[in-house]
DNA sequence: GTGAATGCAAATTCTTTGCACGAGC
DNA sequence: GCTCGTGCAAAGAATTTGCATTCAC
């Protein structure tokens, strides 16, 4: 389990507004209350804290995304499909596997495959800050 | 040397009118006239096609690359940055290496993380379809 | 000739911003 | 009181779409 984003925001130093409370929260419980799978876009992240305060703009959830982004709090992601969507960071670096048919992620860890990431940028002289893998599958009829 | 656009169209069925020819034709040329790093945004793909028929509209390219993306004749990459970029689908497979300094594009092929690949989505019990690999890279002073 | 493709401008979608107001120190 | 965050609505940027006209076959 990880640490909650309260947490990492008095840590890192980025003051907590009621708002922004709010969207740590939620952003904390995702995984928790919606299953593994659940990378919220704006939209759906706006959706549920204003259940929680439906005074919330969705101005401020973008800006808020955007600032524990900034922090190394949350991690963007542009999954195939337009919009930007979002999950807490976790220790445990992961890559995804997108089921193209029902949208299920998959979160998964290779450390082969990540050495090899390494390895490739080496090659070209280039030291590795930051890398994106996606797979995208069917499920096989077994 | 890839096979030119015009002929794959013709190949696939679908239809060529003045305007995809000129944008086939630009998409063709791209990365023998500006180098391998060469993944044009829609907005500079328009600038090239009017240079040669300076009717064309906007929406035109966009419903043309969307038709060859579908036709599978060109790829959209959404890398960093907001708008989507394309390139020609070539014989051989290859991912992207992305100086973050310099917006330079350095394509790889690595064999092995293709195995690996595979790999984990048969794990999972999927058959892979598609996937994304980006690095992101600062040169190494050396 | 007929259905599909184009150009234009308006509409959509996602995201950002200007500004006046409000909250916290 | 001052600074920074927020809400609202308007602005932006990228992309799509409705419709009348034109083109390819």
Redesign the pocket.
């Known amino acids: 389990m990880s640490q909650s984003i309260e947490k990492k925001c008095i840590a890192k130093g980025v ?1 907590l ?4 409370k709010v969207i740590a929260r939620v952003m904390s419980e995702s995984k928790e209350t919606y299953g593994e799978s659940d990378h919220p ?3 759906e992240l706006y959706n549920r804290v204003t259940k929680i305060d439906p ?6 959830v ?3 995304v ?1 600032l524990f982004e900034e922090a190394g709090i949350l991690a963007k992601h542009d999954f195939k499909g ?3 969507r979002y999950e807490q960071i976790s220790e445990s670096h992961h890559d995804h596997l997108i089921d193209i048919k029902s949208g299920d992620i998959i979160e998964f860890v290779d450390e082969e495959i990540e050495k090899l990431q390494k390895k490739v940028a080496d090659k070209y002289g280039y030291e590795l800050v930051d890398h994106k893998l996606e797979l995208y599958g069917v499920k096989k009829k077994s």
């Not at 507004?17 to 922004?20: N, V, Y």
């Open positions: 003051k507004t009621e708002q922004r876009d704006v939209d005074k919330i703009s969705i101005a401020t973008y800006r808020t955007k337009g919009k930007a």
